[in-house]
């Protein structure tokens, strides 16, 4: 009689898998992919440098160590990007300072934490009306577009938040260089060619989609990019930011311009003229009374409404009008 012999499947031990997740598939590609979220992370953390007094050198170190953990845990090119959102409110909003980022961002990732752990994610995906959310989008995105384009054409004293004379046309921080970015921005990126098969998806993905297209395929394209960002902050630190003092304004306008329209083309989805309706309302209340929570408010407010008005089977004004014409012709 043969022995028997048993194989018992091995599992990949934790160090084996980090190894296996930061392993690059084409290093040239992957260096490449590290570079394609910069776009974002770049204007955004500048800005709010140059006009909150962000100290750059820990926004660095920080982000790096997540970028790092990120890639080692997930073996995906995750991205580690700025909230466009709060960056809109702390960019438009002359009192909102670096105490509140910071709560802003605490308090998200709390309220993040106890939604997945406790697993209420989906419910609050079913409470929250995605026409409301995008409302949402589309104000803090068209504030960031209106800001970003008071720095294109107004000198700005960004430690004050004031606009001060108009720009220049001319010189290294003039309206023709901002202008030349413009198009450059919009031959390089693509901006209004038709629709692809993937758009949706990457328009949702953000930053991971840039970081594949750009050849990112591994999680060791954004270690790499930590690394980069922790030897940068250690090293330099802070004295960076005297170093980006002499970036040019207008230029960083355009960047925070698409960026804003970035955020802005999600509500591209509201096809529903019922869902447009809420989604506009709750834009123009965010833009007008300038708090994103009162348009949140008055969008589920009037959701609701519009609900119950489906279930009990009200016809609208409109709808009356229309047929009492039909009848009279």
């Given at each position: 009689m043969l022995p028997t012999i048993t194989t018992t499947p091995t599992r990949l031990t934790t160090i084996q898998k980090v190894k296996s997740n930061l392993l690059f598939r084409s290093t040239l590609s992957e260096l490449n992919g590290a570079m394609g979220d910069l776009g974002t992370y770049i204007p955004i953390v500048l800005s709010l440098t140059l006009s909150k007094n962000l100290n750059l050198g820990t926004t660095l170190i920080f982000t790096g160590f997540y970028n790092f953990l990120t890639g080692a845990m997930?073996?995906?090119?995750?991205?580690?990007?700025?909230?466009?959102?709060?960056?809109?409110?702390?960019?438009?909003?002359?009192?909102?300072?670096?105490?509140?980022?910071?709560?802003?961002?605490?308090?998200?990732?709390?309220?993040?934490?106890?939604?997945?752990?406790?697993?209420?994610?989906?419910?609050?995906?079913?409470?929250?009306?995605?026409?409301?959310?995008?409302?949402?989008?589309?104000?803090?995105?068209?504030?960031?577009?209106?800001?970003?384009?008071?720095?294109?054409?107004?000198?700005?004293?960004?430690?004050?938040?004031?606009?001060?004379?108009?720009?220049?046309?001319?010189?290294?921080?003039?309206?023709?260089?901002?202008?030349?970015?413009?198009?450059f921005v919009v031959v390089v990126n693509g901006a209004g060619e038709k629709e692809h098969e993937f758009d949706e998806i990457e328009e949702e993905l953000g930053g991971l989609a840039g970081q594949y297209k750009f050849g990112g395929r591994s999680g060791g394209c954004v270690a790499i990019l930590g690394a980069a960002k922790l030897v940068l902050g250690f090293v330099l630190g802070s004295s960076l930011a005297h170093f980006f003092q002499q970036f040019p304004v207008g230029i960083l306008g355009v960047l925070l311009l698409f960026a804003g329209i970035e955020l802005a083309m999600a509500c591209r989805d509201m096809n529903n003229k019922e869902d447009s309706f809420v989604m506009l309302l709750c834009t123009a209340v965010s833009l007008v009374g300038s708090s994103a929570a009162l348009g949140f408010l008055c969008g589920m407010v009037v959701f609701g409404v519009l609900k119950v008005r489906n279930l009990t089977s009200v016809k609208s004004l409109s709808s009356i009008w229309k047929h009492e014409g039909q009848e009279q012709v």
């Amino acid at each position: 009689m043969l022995p028997t012999i048993t194989t018992t499947p091995t599992r990949l031990t934790t160090i084996q898998k980090v190894k296996s997740n930061l392993l690059f598939r084409s290093t040239l590609s992957e260096l490449n992919g590290a570079m394609g979220d910069l776009g974002t992370y770049i204007p955004i953390v500048l800005s709010l440098t140059l006009s909150k007094n962000l100290n750059l050198g820990t926004t660095l170190i920080f982000t790096g160590f997540y970028n790092f953990l990120t890639g080692a845990m997930y073996g995906v090119p995750m991205p580690v990007q700025p909230m466009k959102s709060i960056a809109a409110v702390a960019l438009s909003d002359p009192s909102f300072g670096i105490p509140e980022i910071m709560a802003s961002g605490i308090l998200t990732g709390g309220i993040l934490l106890v939604l997945g752990f406790t697993g209420l994610m989906k419910l609050a995906y079913k409470l929250i009306p995605l026409c409301v959310v995008r409302g949402i989008q589309l104000a803090q995105g068209l504030s960031f577009a209106l800001t970003a384009i008071k720095y294109v054409r107004k000198v700005q004293d960004l430690p004050k938040s004031k606009s001060l004379n108009g720009r220049d046309w001319f010189g290294f921080d003039g309206l023709v260089i901002a202008i030349v970015c413009v198009f450059f921005v919009v031959v390089v990126n693509g901006a209004g060619e038709k629709e692809h098969e993937f758009d949706e998806i990457e328009e949702e993905l953000g930053g991971l989609a840039g970081q594949y297209k750009f050849g990112g395929r591994s999680g060791g394209c954004v270690a790499i990019l930590g690394a980069a960002k922790l030897v940068l902050g250690f090293v330099l630190g802070s004295s960076l930011a005297h170093f980006f003092q002499q970036f040019p304004v207008g230029i960083l306008g355009v960047l925070l311009l698409f960026a804003g329209i970035e955020l802005a083309m999600a509500c591209r989805d509201m096809n529903n003229k019922e869902d447009s309706f809420v989604m506009l309302l709750c834009t123009a209340v965010s833009l007008v009374g300038s708090s994103a929570a009162l348009g949140f408010l008055c969008g589920m407010v009037v959701f609701g409404v519009l609900k119950v008005r489906n279930l009990t089977s009200v016809k609208s004004l409109s709808s009356i009008w229309k047929h009492e014409g039909q009848e009279q012709v």
